[in-house]
């Protein structure tokens, strides 16, 4: 503010001392053409005096005898009849006895500036070693008065005790304050006279303040009141020009405690006017910026490690992300700083527990795609699945999600689960515009697959010579792009058999060289069943399709003879029975009763089951995903993982010929899109050596040659 005043009275003189010459120098352009008369005696001296009396009175603030126009004239005059020099001194003189006894503000010596005008602009401007009239005026005020301690120091506390006053609500004429400060400016004593003890009586005030108002309240609790007092403080002080100098005890270890009570209750307020506050501060910003990221690794660190929250761990995640994005907008002004650490954050904590986030997030994506899903219309639904993929980019390794994903997608394509065609092409096209055509190609596979066996399914039953009481429907399944299953031989009925087979025979004529593996695990079936209350449809795996047509031949049998009928393995066998007689819907009896299956259990068709649906879905606790299927799944992806790091060792090798193992190492690195550790690697490439399709160097063992 000092600075901005100076310059803008040193500009205002400029023009008028512009002004002035053009009118005074046009007016005298001819006087110097005649011979000019000889002055009148005691001229000098006369004309002296009166410009004495007008010095007197501008140093003094009173009014001026005299006309300044008649004053700037008589020193042109004098100058003209070389009195220059005498007059230079009286000058120099009159304002020194001035200052020695008192002098309230500079500007008076614009006046005396406009006066002198002629001979600042002639005499002093031809002498080089002068300093003009300001600077005089400058420098004789600074050696007889500035630098006198006492005078100074006087001063000094004068200014002080009246911001002081205004800091506790007194009214002080802020004009006379920003005067004394511009002086100061001007005569470059500021900083050296001023600035430290105003820092120094600043730092004292509004530390004790802060304290005192810490003893008060506790300022982790009560964030509100101390913030706005803050603020108002900061704001009073910009007000006076001085926002810099208040400190004001915004101690930053103060405020880290509470700020986790602010982020846990989602007080936007408050962290929008203590990120404003720290941004004013001197290493403000990058403590809360390390506070933030510090936070956001804890409290998603929890969500992701503790396992007994595993069933909302995904929803957890995504209401995380919205609170600190919503924080990150609203608070932190999308700083780039802070949007940038909370993406750090949160791939650092999700990638703590390798895995496990993965699956947890395939299997989220499968309730919400899922028919049945009555949660979200299709645009709510789509909004999900973008905020799922942000999660997901969080996340190492994808092909743990990508196995996941498969195995539950395969189920809801072949059950016809899927709540709707077009969100499994917009979660796919997602996927692939993520992780690139390669990630996707063997999903993008199975539903190539479900459209082709529909077509073949069509000219099947065209071609269907005899017709039959069975309505069969075929998926004609690539190996290559669906999960793998294991294998289970079962006892089907003979009509069955016989539908497989000409079903097998109009296929392979068609198609040649090709081998069909039926896969009973993954059939189901609708059957029509008759009890006393009347006729209903029961939708069932083929598994239960088996046990329960073992009741048109028999009214009781033990878990042994199913075994036996149907040949389906023991502990499949317990949970299909489970599914039938301990269930939601017991078309069978189970004796004696419980809800678990034991070997010497006897079953026999429920003839009084009732039911208010026609069609009733009996739960298929066969395609729930067992812990046992979970490390199956989990154990593919590990045992996919050693196949691409052989294959990339063998690539790697095979283009380069020789190479070091830390060099190696890097390379994998590179060319890997999944997390592996240093010791899997060694472990791949030993295997590797041991099959001969690389060797250690005889002479240096930690390097390898390719064998071709």
């Known amino acids: 503010m000092c600075d901005r005043h100076s310059n803008h009275l040193t500009s205002r003189y400029r023009v008028l001392q512009a002004i002035v010459l053009k009118i005074f120098v046009n007016k005298h352009c001819c006087c110097y053409l005649v011979d000019r008369p000889k002055l009148a005696e005691n001229y000098t001296e006369d004309t002296w005096l009166k410009l004495r009396d007008a010095v007197g009175a501008i140093q003094n603030s009173t009014s001026i005898k005299y006309n300044l126009e008649e004053l700037y004239q008589a020193v042109e005059n004098l100058c003209s009849y070389k009195v220059s020099p005498t007059l230079y001194k009286q ?29 600042d602009r002639t005499y002093v401007l031809q002498n080089s070693l002068l300093p003009s009239i300001w600077d005089t005026g400058l420098e004789l005020f600074r050696t007889h008065i500035v630098n006198d301690s006492a005078v100074q120091k006087r001063t000094v506390d004068g200014i002080l005790e009246q911001i002081e006053l205004e800091r506790t609500g007194e009214t002080v004429d802020r004009s006379l304050l920003r005067s004394l400060l511009g002086m100061l400016s001007d005569l470059q004593v500021y900083k050296d006279s ?38 108002r403080r900061l704001e009073e002080e910009n007000d006076r020009i001085m926002k810099k100098t208040c400190t004001f005890a915004i101690t930053l270890n103060v405020f880290v405690p509470g700020l986790s009570t602010l982020l846990d209750e989602n007080r936007v307020t408050e962290l929008a006017l203590l990120y404003q506050l720290f941004s004013k501060v001197k290493g403000g910003l990058p403590t809360l910026l390390q506070f933030w990221r510090d936070y956001i690794k804890s409290f998603g660190g929890k969500i992701v490690c503790t396992p007994e929250k595993d069933k909302d761990m995904v929803q957890d995640l995504l209401d995380f992300k919205d609170k600190m994005d ?53 645009e709510e639904l789509e909004r999900i699945l973008d905020k799922i993929m942000i999660i997901f980019r969080f996340i190492h390794g994808k092909d743990v999600f990508e196995a996941f994903y498969k195995k539950d997608l395969a189920k809801r394509l072949l ?48 071609n269907q010579s005899e017709p039959s009481n069975i309505e069969l429907t075929v998926n004609i399944l690539t190996m290559g792009y669906w999960p793998s299953y294991t294998p289970m031989e079962v006892h089907l009925p003979l009509e069955m058999v016989k539908l497989q087979e000409v079903f097998k025979l109009f296929y392979l004529g068609k198609h040649s060289g090709r081998k069909l593996q039926w896969q009973p695990t993954l059939g189901h079936a609708v059957l029509k069943a008759e009890f006393k209350e009347g006729k209903k449809e029961l939708q069932v795996s083929l598994f239960q399709t088996l046990v329960l047509l073992m009741f048109n031949e028999g009214e009781e049998f033990s878990v042994e003879d199913i075994r036996t009928a149907t040949g389906i393995e023991e502990g499949e066998l317990r949970r299909t029975l489970q599914s039938l007689a301990c269930g939601k819907a017991r078309v069978l009896n189970k004796n004696p ?23 009733i879905k009996i739960n ?25 790091i ?26 890997l899109k999944f997390p592996v550790k240093p010791g899997d690697l060694k472990k791949r490439i030993e295997s ?6 690389m060797e250690r160097d005889k002479e240096t063992p930690n390097q390898y040659h390719y064998v071709a």
């Open 91 to 119: 000058l120099r003189q009159v304002c020194e006895d001035h200052l020695k006894c008192a002098v309230k503000q500079v500007n008076p010596m614009f006046k005396l500036i406009f006066i002198f005008l002629f001979l």
């Open 194 to 231: 001023f600035e430290e003890r105003f820092l120094i009586e600043t730092n004292r005030l509004y530390a004790a303040e802060g304290q005192l108002l810490m003893q008060e309240r506790d300022v982790s609790i009560t964030y509100g009141p101390y913030l706005h007092h803050v603020a």
């Open 326 to 378: 919503n924080v990150a907008q609203s608070c932190f002004t999308r700083n780039e700083g802070f949007i940038n650490a909370m993406k750090e954050a949160f791939e650092t904590f999700i990638n703590k527990r390798p895995n496990k986030p993965a699956e947890l997030i395939a299997k989220y994506v499968d309730s919400k795609l899922r028919a049945g899903n009555k949660e979200a219309t299709e």
């Open 415 to 462: 059950v016809g689960k899927s709540a709707s065609v077009d969100a499994e092409k917009s979660m796919l096209s997602k996927l692939k515009h993520e992780c690139g055509a390669a990630f996707t190609s063997k999903l993008e596979g199975m539903f190539k697959d479900m459209e082709l066996s529909k077509d073949i399914m069509i000219q099947f039953k065209q």
């Open 593 to 615: 009763r419980g809800k678990d299956v034991e070997d010497g259990d006897r079953f026999n068709f429920n003839n009084d089951f009732k039911h208010k649906l026609f069609r």
């Open 620 to 644: 298929q606790i066969q395609m729930k995903e067992t812990v046992e299927e979970q490390v199956s799944t989990t154990e593919r992806v590990f045992q996919d993982r050693q196949y691409q």
């Open 646 to 671: 052989d294959a990339a060792v063998v690539r790697i090798m095979k283009m380069r010929k020789t190479l070091s193992h830390n060099l190696l190492v890097s390379e994998l690195y590179n060319q």
């Open 688 to 693: 590797l050596i041991d099959r001969d399709y």
